[in-house]
């Protein structure tokens, strides 16, 4: 690897990734559908969970790749030769951009199916296609995205929000909450939990020999000694202080201004971030169009694209994807280093 990038020529054979094709109003279709048409390691099998009728619908509309065999039970990835549709829905009709009941229900379908195939085997990691939280709440679903549902479904109690990029990988410590809520929300524990995952992530899934680890401070200039804050005194410095206790490459925390182009220019390998804006801000200005979200800590391998349904451009034949084929990728490599016995 160099700079957090992989090549597709790994050991590994006959690894069959599963594709949820995300809110069938969305982009997912789409996208999933380009995903199909791209050439792939002839050891790469792809299985898209979704609607295969819908699937060709769009796939005639907006002239994308149509050669692709339906199946219909779990059963024939055994004997998959070819990329193919797992047809888990029979939609009556979609609009675009317009999620309904139907479009909702099916949606969260593909994600538990993709889960139990991948526990049981058949699958040997998933990727996500988008989702939205408007559909979730439509199908009846209290998750507010697919890692919390992701992690309910496979009963993970310790997990984590992560970005990969070539350039920038980052793990959050907190996620979706307000920005008043983060310092009451930090702890020692919940900073060493990300940090222990993001470290199993770097040497397990990607072959990092000697990762290093860079906590980004909560306050300006990392509080100047105590002139902007309290919270890198009491918990930041120790939160760090026992992680290298544990074993951990964890060092810092550095002024976030300067940390990201610091870990950019190669001196750190991830970057753990306290809140949300404080990592996506510079992952996205890097990688707005190839991030990769993936979800540490569960049993399985999961990778995902690192954008929303797009509703306002959903049938317009123009979304990229760049975010998908990278998440695809990534999943290849985290599922044929772990063939390999790197876990």
């Known amino acids: 690897m160099t700079n957090g990038s992989f090549t597709m020529s790994e050991p590994g054979k006959n690894l069959k ?5 995300g809110c069938p109003a969305g982009v997912g279709p789409e996208i999933v559908l380009k995903a199909l048409g791209k050439t792939w390691p002839e050891d790469i099998k792809l299985v898209v969970l979704g609607d295969a009728s819908w699937l060709k619908t769009v796939a005639q509309q907006l002239g994308l790749f149509q050669d692709w065999p339906i199946i219909s039970q779990p059963r024939e990835l055994d004997e998959l030769t070819q990329h193919a549709v797992l047809n888990l829905s029979e939609l009556s009709q979609v609009h675009w951009g317009q999620p309904d009941l139907e479009t909702a229900k099916a949606m969260v379908g593909y994600i538990k199916e993709g889960v139990r195939l991948c526990q049981e085997g058949l699958l040997h990691a998933l990727v996500t296609a988008p989702i939205s939280k408007t559909a979730l709440k439509l199908a009846g679903e209290p998750y507010p995205g ?7 479904l496979t009963g993970t109690k310790e997990f984590a929000m992560a970005f990969w990029g070539e350039k920038l990988k980052i793990v959050l410590v907190t996620i979706h909450v307000a920005l008043k809520e983060v310092p009451h929300l930090l702890s020692q524990e919940e900073i060493l939990k990300a940090a222990r995952l993001a470290y199993q992530f770097l040497k397990n899934d990607l072959g990092l020999k000697a990762p290093r680890l860079a906590l980004a401070a909560l306050n300006p200039h990392a509080s100047e000694g105590g002139l902007f804050g309290q919270e890198e005194e009491k918990i930041l410095i120790p939160a760090v202080k026992a992680a290298q206790e544990e074993g951990l490459p964890l060092f810092g925390p550095y002024p976030s201004d300067s940390l990201f182009f610091r870990a950019v220019k190669g001196e750190f390998d991830l970057v753990v971030s306290l809140y949300h804006d ?3 801000i510079p992952f996205k200005l890097l990688h707005f169009e190839d991030g990769v979200n993936l979800t540490l ?6 990778t995902s694209v690192d954008h929303g349904t797009a509703y306002d451009i959903a049938g317009k034949g123009v979304a990229n994807p760049q975010s998908l084929f990278k998440a ?3 999943a290849i490599h985290m599922a044929k280093n772990r063939m390999a016995g790197n876990t």
Request: aromatic share 0%; no cysteine.
């Open 17 to 21: 990734i599963g594709i949820t094709m």
């Open 146 to 152: 697919h890692t919390e549902m992701l992690a309910d």
């Open 278 to 280: 404080q990592g996506l």
């Open 297 to 302: 800590g569960l049993p399985i391998i999961r």
């Open 328 to 330: 695809i990728e990534l």
